[in-house]
T-cell receptor, first 116, second 111 residues
Framework: NAGVTQTPKFQVLKTGQSMTLQCAQD?????MSWYRQDPGMGLRLIHYSVGAGITDQGEVPNGYNVSRSTTEDFPLRLLSAAPSQTSVYFC???????????????FGDGTRLSIL | DQQVKQNSPSLSVQEGRISILNCDYTNSMFDYFLWYKKYPAEGPTFLISISSIKDKNEDGRFTVFLNKSAKHLSLHIVPSQPGDSAVYFC??????????FGAGTILRVKS
């Protein structure tokens, strides 16, 4: 069982470049989300999706774009990379979609992104 | 302002002893909490959770306690093992199944 798979594991970008971080899950989970982890700040929610075709913003959405065309995939796009987006990015999925489903989220191993 | 706080950046305990990790929250609307464990270069792994209708939840060596009036929860690991050395994150569930994380506590278990 692969669980949540993130690619690439590492990436270095120049300021202004764009790229897409890939996330795929094989557990048929409806709920998927993206977090970023910065030193001393824990993980912060960027965007989330409760199912195909439905996305919404989290705490820190600026500079990021998402779409959800299939249940399995939830890519995160950086439109014009900035040094402030240097971070470790985690994708997660869970069974529940209701506002209080409280199902534990399963995380991928992350993408470490550096913006020069 | 951080709604979930883990005020101890690190904790060091001897193998076999108890580890106690603490977490405070400010939003009284939070009613479900989770603990995640994270090893270097890996994603967080779900450890244990607790609903606000309970004050204790136990799973093997791991017990989480919730004090709603104090807006405080703690994770107890007994006995601690070297493999427990990791970063532990406390998280609260916000409306929409969104997680609000604390900054994490690094646990080192010495053998």
């Amino acid at each position: 069982n692969a669980g949540v798979t993130q690619t690439p594991k590492f990436q270095v970008l120049k300021t202004g470049q764009s790229m897409t971080l890939q996330c795929a899950q094989d557990m048929n989970h409806e709920y998927m989300s993206w977090y970023r982890q910065d030193p001393g700040m824990g993980l912060r929610l960027i965007h989330y999706s409760v199912g195909a075709g439905i996305t919404d913003q989290g705490e820190v959405p600026n500079g990021y774009n998402v779409s959800r065309s299939t249940t399995e995939d939830f890519p995160l796009r950086l439109l014009s990379a900035a040094p402030s987006q240097t971070s470790v990015y985690f994708c997660a999925s869970s069974q529940g979609t209701g506002p209080y489903s409280n199902q534990p989220q399963h995380f991928g191993d992350g993408t470490r992104l550096s913006i020069l | 302002d951080q709604q979930v706080k883990q005020n101890s950046p690190s904790l060091s305990v001897q193998e076999g002893r108890i580890s106690i990790l603490n977490c405070d929250y400010t939003n009284s609307m939070f009613d479900y909490f989770l603990w995640y464990k994270k090893y270097p270069a890996e994603g967080p792994t779900f450890l244990i959770s607790i609903s606000s209708i309970k004050d204790k939840n136990e799973d093997g060596r791991f017990t989480v306690f919730l004090n709603k009036s104090a807006k405080h929860l703690s994770l107890h690991i007994v006995p601690s093992q070297p493999g427990d050395s990791a970063v532990y994150f406390c998280a609260a569930v916000e409306y929409g199944n969104k997680l609000v994380f604390g900054a994490g506590t690094i646990l080192r278990v010495k053998s």
